[in-house]
């Protein structure tokens, strides 16, 4: 069993940033692919970002490359989501996820993830 706990969310105007962060239970992290997803009210849950357990291979969304940078410290069993240049369309609940065994690999889609955080809300205001 993986718990994962997100923190970092917020309100900030148009512009700015939030830093986002996943903290995973259990001793082997480092095994783990993980990803960010978003939902917004009414929507889908969308994949933001994604990276390998080591660390090698990142993906991200077209809606949000070049803004979100997505980075993990497998010593403190930590992944972040640095997101800046926000915008309104970036209101949403963001949730991080472990894919079990994706050491090398960094998945899209959100039911290939084993294990989900409760979610944090970023709210980014006009």
């Known amino acids: 069993q993986v718990q994962l706990v997100e923190t970092g969310g917020g309100l900030v105007q148009a512009g700015g940033s939030l830093r986002l962060s996943c903290a995973a239970s259990?001793?082997?992290?480092?095994?783990?692919?993980m990803g960010w997803f978003r939902q917004a009210p009414g929507k889908e849950r969308e994949f933001v970002a994604a990276?390998?357990?080591?660390?090698?291979?990142?993906v991200y969304a077209d809606a949000v490359k070049g803004r979100f940078t997505i980075s993990r410290v497998n010593a403190k069993n930590t992944v972040y989501l640095q997101t800046n240049s926000l915008q309104p369309e970036d209101t949403a609940v963001y949730y991080c996820?472990?894919?079990?065994?994706?050491?090398?690999?960094?998945?899209?889609?959100?039911?290939?993830?084993?294990?989900w955080g409760q979610g944090t809300q970023v709210t980014v205001s006009s």
């Open positions: 996820a472990a894919d079990i065994g994706g050491f090398v690999r960094a998945r899209t889609y959100h039911y290939e993830y084993d294990y």
């Open positions: 990276i390998s357990g080591n660390g090698a291979r990142t």
């Open positions: 259990g001793r082997t992290f480092s095994s783990y692919a």
